[in-house]
């Protein structure tokens, strides 16, 4: 490893880490808040008790989720003003705008509406109590964003002037920031995955239930909103992803040639599903391709022309001045497909479960099932499922759940590594953003106590998660299933009203 690049390497390896683990609880939060508000508005609407229950379980989880979501965000950020001072103090004016916007309005909006929510089953009548979940779910939408339009500046910097006389960037369009075509084809490509996401989780807990023969009403009206939304919500992040990938193309012709380890442009050029060989070195050997699917995902033209990795590489050089403009090409091809690859296999299995359940589980006369039992068959065109099959069917969706999460955590790596040598594509690169006093060991140190947290971390919310997961959805009390018909309850106890108060 060269010594001059090593604080940039580590403190680029110490974001990456921290990132991609603070990424794991984001998608869950944003999609079971709205699940979570859809819940309750159905127990609001109906007054069935399932509805009410599963309500006061994926809200738990849900908690569970924003609580590690908010901790390990802040840890993030100390990043800026450790490792990446000279970027923070470039792009501060611009980059600071949206993340501004982010903490005093959706952070805000967020945590007191959720204080609101927790606090307020017994003080609050249910249609205030349901409006505040759903301030909830509005805000966690508003937080991403505000964070993807500060990033989307960082992939297409637009809105923005040079100072010279400072050497910073300053704003001069904050409307162009937040309504670029980079920030609304991300932020409807982000939040379709985070649907996916909060729908195979889901999926993937109600039908751990099943296969145990738990909770079964619950866990049936659960699995099959986690079924829709998988459905709904892949479909919706395919095509989203297609927008966003023409974007890219205009805007980033390096990270798309990357992504699919084309060196020399060519018209109709072809999608590979795999390839072995030196894709750093331009001698791919292609198992499978599909020809023209590039140059259509490049222009909506199976016949267009597609600049390689040469082809650009030339062109930023004669534009921004010597040097090798290349990302790391085995990274960008791998991470693209398994982005792909994760997210639809979620997406398929999704559709697979709503053709399987599309009966909701209904049996012949002489095999009905109470309630409270599994139904090991299902009626499929008037005949039986194979038990074998539907058994089999629950473990794949249980394992499911992890899907999109891995999907997501590929697709971040492959949006950052893709753009590099840039950290503000085109006008600052990564070497010129780091902290110029710190350390290879400071940045060790740093990284070591941060990855530490954590894996700390992660053990608590793996055992949170598995501990109330298992417990399934609560027993209702009478409390539970007569909510108060004023502000502040019903109750006239002088020491019940400070509760209301926190």
Same mark, same amino acid.
């Given at each position: 490893?060269?010594?001059?690049?090593?604080?940039?390497?580590?403190?680029?390896?110490?974001?990456?880490?921290?990132?991609?683990?603070?990424?794991?609880?984001?998608?869950?939060?944003?999609?079971?808040?709205?699940?979570?508000?859809?819940?309750?508005?159905?127990?609001?609407?109906?007054?069935?008790? !399932?509805?009410?229950?599963?309500?006061?379980?994926?809200?738990?989880?849900?908690?569970?989720?924003?609580?590690?979501?908010?901790?390990?965000?802040?840890?993030?950020?100390?990043?800026?003003?450790?490792?990446?001072?000279?970027?923070?103090?470039?792009?501060?004016?611009?980059?600071?705008?949206?993340?501004?916007?982010?903490?005093?309005?959706?952070?805000?909006?967020?945590?007191?509406?959720?204080?609101?929510?927790?606090?307020?089953?017994?003080?609050?009548?249910? !249609?205030?109590?349901?409006?505040?979940?759903?301030?909830?779910?509005?805000?966690?939408?508003?937080?991403?964003?505000?964070?993807?339009?500060?990033?989307?500046?960082?992939?297409?910097?637009?809105?923005?002037?040079?100072?010279?006389?400072?050497?910073?960037?300053?704003?001069?369009?904050?409307?162009?920031?937040?309504?670029?075509?980079?920030?609304?084809?991300?932020?409807?490509?982000?939040?379709?995955?985070?649907?996916?996401?909060?729908?195979?989780?889901?999926?993937?807990?109600?039908?751990?239930?099943?296969?145990? !023969?738990?909770?079964?009403?619950?866990?049936?009206?659960?699995?099959?909103?986690?079924?829709?939304?998988?459905?709904?919500?892949?479909?919706?992040?395919?095509? =989203?992803?297609?927008?966003?990938?023409?974007?890219?193309?205009?805007?980033?012709?390096?990270?798309?040639?990357?992504?699919?380890?084309?060196?020399?442009?060519?018209?109709?050029?072809?999608? =590979?599903?795999?390839?072995?060989?030196?894709?750093?070195?331009?001698?791919?050997?292609?198992?499978?391709?599909?020809?023209?699917?590039?140059?259509?995902?490049?222009?909506?033209?199976?016949?267009?022309?597609?600049?390689?990795?040469?082809?650009?590489?030339?062109?930023?050089?004669?534009?921004?001045?010597?040097?090798?403009?290349?990302?790391?090409?085995?990274?960008?091809?791998?991470?693209?497909?398994?982005?792909?690859?994760?997210?639809?296999? =979620?997406?398929?299995?999704?559709?697979?479960?709503?053709?399987?359940?599309?009966? !909701?589980?209904?049996?012949?006369?002489?095999?009905?099932?109470?309630?409270?039992?599994?139904?090991?068959?299902?009626?499929?065109?008037?005949?039986?499922?194979?038990?074998?099959?539907?058994?089999?069917?629950?473990?794949?969706?249980?394992?499911?759940?992890?899907?999109?999460?891995?999907?997501?955590?590929?697709?971040?790596?492959?949006?950052?590594?893709?753009?590099?040598?840039?950290?503000?594509?085109?006008?600052?690169?990564?070497?010129?953003?780091?902290?110029?006093?710190?350390?290879?060991?400071?940045?060790?140190?740093?990284?070591?106590?941060?990855?530490?947290?954590?894996?700390?971390?992660?053990?608590?919310?793996?055992?949170?998660?598995?501990?109330?997961?298992?417990?399934?959805?609560?027993?209702?009390?009478?409390?539970?299933?007569?909510?108060?018909?004023?502000?502040?309850?019903?109750?006239?106890?002088?020491?019940?009203?400070?509760?209301? =108060?926190?």
């Amino acid at each position: 490893m060269d010594l001059a690049l090593a604080p940039e390497t580590l403190a680029r390896w110490q974001f990456g880490i921290t990132t991609v683990y603070h990424f794991l609880f984001v998608p869950l939060t944003i999609s079971l808040a709205a699940l979570t508000a859809g819940l309750q508005t159905a127990w609001v609407r109906t007054g069935k008790e !399932k509805y009410l229950r599963a309500t006061k379980f994926w809200g738990k989880l849900f908690l569970i989720n924003i609580a590690m979501g908010v901790v390990t965000g802040i840890v993030q950020e100390f990043q800026f003003g450790m490792n990446w001072s000279d970027y923070s103090r470039f792009v501060g004016d611009v980059f600071g705008a949206p993340l501004a916007f982010e903490a005093l309005i959706a952070f805000f909006f967020e945590s007191t509406f959720i204080g609101l929510w927790i606090f307020g089953w017994d003080k609050l009548p249910k !249609k205030i109590h349901l409006a505040c979940i759903w301030m909830v779910a509005i805000g966690t939408i508003l937080s991403a964003y505000f964070i993807l339009a500060a990033n989307s500046w960082m992939q297409h910097p637009v809105g923005y002037r040079i100072n010279e006389a400072v050497g910073r960037a300053e704003l001069t369009d904050f409307w162009a920031v937040l309504s670029q075509n980079t920030t609304l084809t991300q932020v409807a490509h982000t939040l379709t995955a985070a649907f996916l996401t909060g729908g195979a989780f889901m999926v993937g807990v109600s039908a751990f239930h099943l296969v145990k !023969k738990k909770h079964i009403p619950v866990m049936k009206t659960s699995l099959r909103l986690g079924l829709i939304t998988v459905a709904v919500a892949g479909l919706l992040t395919a095509v =989203s992803g297609d927008r966003l990938a023409k974007v890219m193309f205009e805007q980033q012709p390096m990270k798309m040639a990357a992504a699919e380890a084309l060196w020399d442009g060519q018209t109709n050029a072809p999608f =590979s599903l795999f390839a072995y060989g030196d894709v750093d070195k331009g001698h791919n050997t292609v198992a499978i391709e599909i020809p023209g699917i590039l140059s259509f995902l490049a222009h909506d033209d199976f016949d267009s022309f597609v600049p390689g990795i040469n082809d650009v590489n030339a062109a930023e050089q004669a534009e921004h001045g010597p040097g090798d403009y290349r990302p790391n090409i085995p990274v960008a091809f791998w991470s693209f497909r398994w982005m792909i690859g994760f997210g639809m296999a =979620s997406f398929g299995i999704g559709l697979l479960g709503l053709w399987l359940t599309r009966k !909701k589980f209904l049996l012949p006369a002489h095999m009905r099932v109470g309630e409270d039992e599994m139904p090991n068959l299902v009626l499929f065109r008037n005949k039986v499922i194979s038990p074998r099959f539907t058994r089999w069917y629950w473990l794949l969706a249980a394992w499911t759940m992890a899907f999109p999460l891995i999907a997501n955590s590929w697709g971040w790596i492959f949006t950052e590594t893709g753009r590099q040598p840039w950290v503000v594509y085109g006008v600052l690169e990564t070497r010129q953003g780091v902290s110029p006093g710190t350390s290879q060991g400071e940045v060790i140190t740093s990284m070591i106590v941060f990855t530490t947290l954590y894996a700390i971390l992660a053990v608590i919310e793996v055992k949170l998660l598995a501990k109330y997961i298992k417990g399934g959805p609560p027993e209702l009390t009478e409390a539970d299933l007569n909510p108060p018909t004023r502000i502040g309850g019903n109750d006239r106890d002088p020491d019940r009203p400070m509760a209301f =108060s926190y």
